[in-house]
């Protein structure tokens, strides 16, 4: 794997600590490691700018689906500046091995990185949302 990858790698597992944080403490950190202070979210159901309003976001969203955890499904893909990759909300106490449904929400983004690594802007698409 090379160091190129390893930057998108990298930025999207960490954007993954800040979906999945416990505690708002947690949550703050975890947004300031991902994202750049004036970084963005834009999906189909928000856009918001910087770091309190990012995690405004995570924290109502995480609150819809109490016990469940975004993970990454495949792999990273990215050039320049971008990395785009799916993910999947899953519940953090059930076998998802073990075939029990599909997650009630399913999605890819496209994130954009700084010179630091940090995210500028991610574009979200939401595949699969409950009715």
Do not use: C
């Amino acid at each position: 794997m090379s160091a190129h990858t390893d930057r998108y790698e990298n930025a999207v597992a960490r954007y993954f600590e800040a979906w999945n944080a416990s505690g708002p403490e947690a949550l703050a950190k975890a947004v300031a490691a991902a994202w750049a202070v004036d970084g963005g979210y834009t999906d189909p159901l928000a856009e918001v700018r910087g770091h309190e309003h990012i995690a405004a976001l995570i924290t109502a969203a995480r609150a819809q689906f109490p016990g469940f955890a975004f993970r990454l499904t495949g792999g990273v893909d990215g050039h320049h500046d971008t990395a785009r990759f799916s993910w999947e909300l899953v519940s953090e106490t059930e076998d998802t091995s073990a075939g029990g449904g599909p997650a009630p929400v399913a999605g890819s983004d496209v994130i954009t990185l700084d010179a630091q690594d940090r995210i500028t802007s991610v574009l979200g698409f939401l595949d699969r949302v409950p009715a």
